[in-house]
Nanobody, 115 residues
Framework: QVQLVESGGGLVQPGGSLRISCAASRSIFSFNTMGWYRQAPGKQRELVATIPRGGSTTYIDSVKGRFAISRDNAKNTVYLQMNSLKPEDTAVYYC?????????WGQGTQVTVSS
């Protein structure tokens, strides 16, 4: 059973930056497209960014130019660098395979953007 552990969230002011991480309990990133998802209060979980084994990363329009997804297969870790954060980015962020979810969800990491 693969465990996904997200970390690095916190409270940040609008315009600030955060880098969040997701570590897997065993090597899965080399074989899968990975994605960062988020779920805001009262909303459905949405796929925010993806990074394939090879090829281009993808982002939803609302985060293009502000967020950057990356991966370190050797460390079984995927990252999301978030810049120019906005209050509407407030959510619990999760990682998993994309676009099909293969593994149980981790606990997520809370990102709160507020002054």
């Amino acid at each position: 059973q693969v465990q996904l552990v997200e970390s690095g969230g916190g409270l940040v002011q609008p315009g600030g930056s955060l880098r969040i991480s997701c570590a897997a309990s065993r090597s899965i990133f080399s074989f899968n497209t990975m994605g960062w998802y988020r779920q805001a209060p009262g909303k459905q979980r949405e796929l925010v960014a993806t990074i394939p084994r090879g090829g281009s990363t993808t982002y939803i329009d609302s985060v293009k130019g502000r967020f950057a997804i990356s991966r370190d297969n050797a460390k079984n870790t995927v990252y999301l660098q978030m810049n120019s954060l906005k209050p509407e980015d407030t959510a619990v962020y999760y990682c998993n395979t994309a676009p099909s979810v293969k593994y149980s969800w981790g606990q997520g990491t809370q990102v709160t953007v507020s002054s």
